[in-house]
């Protein structure tokens, strides 16, 4: 993609009212623009990174068996009242249409899933179901203040999970926990990211967050320190010591945290509102067991800008930077040009995703931009270079820099990107 | 894929409520469910119909430049009052947030990507550009009985273009014009779907609509028999003759058609609004000149099923059946069973996409469900083809059905689908 070619722009000042420094940094970098509070826009670069999170999230619920669906936004009042949400969730927006018809914009789907499953599921034959989206949802925030982390309108996979019996949703629980960790992993969030004992609801005395940890973090977590499970603020109060190794609680060490996903037993609670039933082995009725996971990937994409960053910019994991190459050529000589001309060619037929820096700019503009866009690997043109019949290379992550000469800048760049 | 693992199931019975012939069929087919009136959920195999034709219109738009953003469905009420649009235009659906702040779901999206293209675009050099996502609209329809012909909410594409002039607006909207009989081409329906003169508001006499010709359309146009231009009957009163080839009115053709595509040349009416101007060659303010693409992704799924149909079911067009190939295995022998499987991994190996009727259903059933499914070509191995060592292939638009020997079917797959 040639940077002229983008209708966006670096920018430097983006007004005070941005307070967040993931969405600050994306804004500057001129991946998202800002609608109104908890409102975003993806530019060109941004939604490439929203998309890349949405498919390693996909990959991971299609190999756990989970098939796509698209629900709606729109949702009619009727099925809230089933569930007695329509009055207590109060982050619903509500609105009439025409024939003075209630609906909520969908913060959650269990009021849809549920239905739509019982009018396909029957008998045990038909257990267990995994279904999930990727979809935006609405949540009417009193506070959205910090940029992607918590959005009034924001982009989320939703999982629900339906089951004959309580053993069932156990197991698979188990299944998405682990999916989830390769999310993680994949997203190069593993290391910063706890599984976290949270509140749990009627059903199950816990439910679990998967909570990445950050400085600007909205979450207080307990972490034990030698076996990495961590227990969320609202619960610790009830905690002796950890669940896992048993690790007495004095030992857990504080910190701030995003919930960047969460993982719930539902059991019977929604099923039982829709009458949810199936018939078992032995033609008896019983009710559905249900679980949901969520993981929210706009959110994530806040996470990462928010834990990979410097003072000059944002640094993408390769896996979901927007381009792996920054292309710079610097300087006005016509070899120049013509040379990094043809090397953009030659990486892109060779299947690189390349930015190429083809504006009319400063060696200085060119350098900066490249900082603040974050895009794992730099490599630089110059006239000082091509003496050499070399191209600079640069990690963002890294400081040496190194010359590589042209012939072998190939290679080079497949074995570093591990193609 | 196999049919036993997806959740859904064909359906007999789907409640006299909905009356429209394409939501039936894909009711009943299982590739989409009604939540309320005009607002659907998109199951897996309806899911996969829609991305394809999502994926068809991204790669045209790409291929004249367009850069893929995604907007919010959230927008704020002073965005729509500059434009004096937040009372005047009544399909809005309105809804407050905790701030008392009130927005509106965006329907049409020129009160946001006018500014924000304000903020990248300075001077000549910044022009043109043009931008598009592929997004959720909503619309507060008085009727919405026509299934995914006209939702409440609903996918489109909008496509918005910003030009230095009136000439440059011009021939990018002939672009667009050839752009979309591509589309139209790909999804099958170039033949169907005419260029159509419609009212043009405040900038240009007439707009252009794609109307694709369907009994149960909901606009009556009037096609010139010669050269395939048409007139939609709001401003047929005013011509004389056709624009192309100066055919007399009176031999225009009625017919009714759903509109499935519409270009618009927005002139200053919304740059004007937002003072969005830039600087040209010689320093002077000028306003910036925009146009307006919309084309309905899920408007065309549910077109296509009026279009391409008959009485036992859907017949997909095969760039955007949800799979290729329909593969049924009819009989209980064992062997007949590991047969069916091994080529079915065979498909999968070469790259097929697969729809493998692995349920305990009868003859019956199975040939039924091909039928309303309607993937484009039907693979039937039974203990009768096995003894010949063949398979029965059947197009679904074909009445023939020719028996190919196994060792010859992955080659004649690749033949008939032009792999």
Redesign the interface.
């Given at each position: 993609m040639r940077q002229k070619?983008?209708?966006?722009?670096t920018?430097k000042e983006i007004g005070a009212e941005e307070k967040s420094l993931n969405a600050s940094l994306l804004i500057k970098a001129g991946f998202i623009?800002k609608?109104?509070?908890g409102?975003?826009?993806?530019?060109?670069l941004g939604?490439r990174v929203?998309r890349k999170i949405e498919d390693i999230i996909r990959e991971e619920m299609n190999r756990i068996?989970g098939?796509?669906?698209?629900?709606?936004?729109?949702?009619?009042k009727e099925i809230w009242q089933k569930t007695d949400r329509w009055d207590a969730f109060d982050a619903l927006?509500?609105?009439k249409?025409?024939?003075e018809?209630e609906?909520a914009?969908g913060a959650t789907h269990e009021e849809?899933v549920t239905p739509?499953?019982k009018?396909?599921?029957f008998s045990y034959r038909?257990l267990p179901?995994y279904?999930y989206q990727i979809q935006?949802k609405?949540r009417?925030?009193?506070r959205a203040k910090a940029g992607l982390l918590r959005g009034?309108?924001f982009s989320m996979k939703d999982l629900y999970s339906f089951h004959a019996d309580e053993k069932d949703l156990e197991n698979y629980y188990e299944m998405v926990q682990a999916a989830y960790f390769k999310i993680f992993a994949r997203l190069g969030l593993d290391k910063l990211t706890h599984l976290t004992f949270a509140s749990g609801g009627a059903f199950a005395k816990y439910s679990h967050e998967f909570q990445t940890l950050s400085e600007n973090g909205e979450d207080l977590i307990y972490i034990c320190p030698k076996c990495r499970l961590a227990y969320n603020k609202e619960i610790i109060n009830e905690i002796e010591k950890c669940h896992g190794c048993k690790l007495g609680k004095s030992e857990f060490k504080e910190a701030k945290a995003i919930e960047t996903g969460n993982i719930f037993k539902l059991g019977t609670r929604f099923s039982s509102s829709f009458e949810f039933k199936y018939v078992d082995e032995r033609g008896k009725e019983k009710d559905v067991f249900m679980g949901c996971y969520g993981i929210g990937s706009s959110r994530i994409m806040g996470s990462i800008v928010e834990v990979y960053n410097d003072k000059k910019g944002i640094l993408w994991p390769k896996t979901i930077a927007p381009c792996q190459i920054h292309l710079l050529s610097i300087g006005e000589n016509k070899a120049l040009a013509k040379k990094t001309e043809l090397l953009y060619n030659e990486l892109i037929k060779k299947g690189f995703e390349v930015l190429y820096d083809d504006r009319d700019e400063s060696a200085g503009i060119k350098l900066n931009d490249a900082d603040l866009l974050g895009l794992p690997l730099r490599l630089v043109l110059s006239e000082k270079t091509l003496k050499n019949n070399s191209i600079e290379l640069k990690s963002r992550n890294l400081d040496r820099i190194e010359l590589i000469k042209i012939d072998k800048i190939v290679k080079y760049l497949e074995d570093s990107l591990n193609k």
């Open positions: 070619f983008l209708f966006t722009k920018r623009d609608l109104a509070a409102v975003y826009i993806y530019l060109p939604l929203l068996g098939q796509e669906i698209l629900m709606p936004a729109m949702t009619p927006f509500k609105f249409g025409y024939d018809k609906y914009l849809v739509l499953l009018k396909f599921v038909d179901k279904v935006t609405f009417n925030e009193q009034r309108e």
